[in-house]
């Protein structure tokens, strides 16, 4: 007895492995018997015709057939659940670690250079009658710390939600990116539309990330960017001639962008042979 198991959209019979199956004609050797669930053709079962004398047991086997075709069903809804909470929970450290790493960054930078901005203003004050020279360079250095501190609060801001995108849009944010990249960036196509601002954002973040990385990590002369929309998708890519040796696993901040592109399903593929330069690549949905 063999179980042939019916494929809907591909309108055939296909054994365990996925191989196809051709039924025997209704005049060889080997009987038919089709195997059904809610009223829906689910496979068939081809066995010896002298079965057709005992009906109850071909039923009895269609309805075990029929039982472990909804087992495999149920197996993979749980495998395909395990994998979302999988990935909620790489979400929720992703989101830990980026809510970490602001608190630093605010602690080490801004909220210091305002702490020192404070001590340096009390310390002029108090020198304005004995020294008006001594003064006046304290408040220059004042205006030094201060200018440094909105620097630093407005790299932080690009870090959260850079401004430029919400106002003009993803070509103009990567433009911006290219322009403060500290090697040549090339740049290809870039969207002429707005596409939502999900996928806006996560693009964005790719190309940050992957620019970020080539600075510090690929020893490279020059990157290209491009970012193409077809097919109701947004491909993002990002590549350098670099030492190459990246990987996804090992690096943070791309195991964070993949956890951020799964929730709009995307998908991060990282192309990085050893002394071949990296390319960064995601094709993300924006129907």
């Known amino acids: 007895m063999e179980l042939a198991y019916w494929l809907p959209d591909s309108g055939q019979h296909v054994d365990a492995e996925g191989r196809p199956v051709k039924l025997p004609a209704p005049d060889s050797d080997r009987a038919v018997t089709p195997v059904e669930r809610d009223r829906r053709r689910i496979a068939a079962i081809v066995h010896d015709p002298a079965l057709l004398e005992d009906p109850e047991q071909v039923r009895a086997a269609g309805a075990a057939a029929a039982l472990a075709l909804e087992n495999a ?17 790489r979400l929720v450290e992703v989101g830990l670690s980026q809510r970490r790493r602001l608190e630093r960054d605010l602690h080490d930078g801004a909220q210091q250079r305002l702490v020192s901005l404070a001590l340096t203003l009390r310390l002029a004050r108090t020198r304005v009658a004995r020294s008006a020279g001594e003064a006046e360079r304290l408040l220059d250095r004042s205006r030094e710390e201060l200018d440094q501190a909105l620097e630093e609060l407005r790299e932080l801001a690009r870090g959260i939600h850079p401004a430029v995108l919400s106002d003009r849009g993803l070509a103009a944010a990567v433009e911006a990116l290219a322009n403060r990249a500290p090697l040549p960036v090339e740049l290809g196509e870039l969207p002429s539309e707005r596409v939502p601002e999900q996928v806006e954002l996560a693009a964005y973040f790719v190309v940050s990330e992957a620019l970020t990385n080539v600075a510090k990590y690929a020893s490279a002369n020059r990157a290209s960017v491009a970012v193409t929309k077809a097919n109701g998708h947004l491909t993002v890519e990002v590549s350098d001639d670099g030492v190459g ?3 996804l696993e090992r690096g943070s901040g791309l195991r964070g962008l993949a956890a951020r592109l799964e929730v709009i399903e995307g998908r991060l ?12 690549r995601t094709s993300i949905p924006c129907g």
Do not use: H, Y
């Open 73 to 89: 069903r149920l197996e993979a809804e749980l495998r395909a659940k395990e994998e979302v909470r999988a990935s909620r929970s």
């Open 245 to 247: 040796g990246a990987d």
């Open 269 to 280: 593929r990282v192309e990085s042979e050893p002394g071949r330069g990296t390319t960064v």
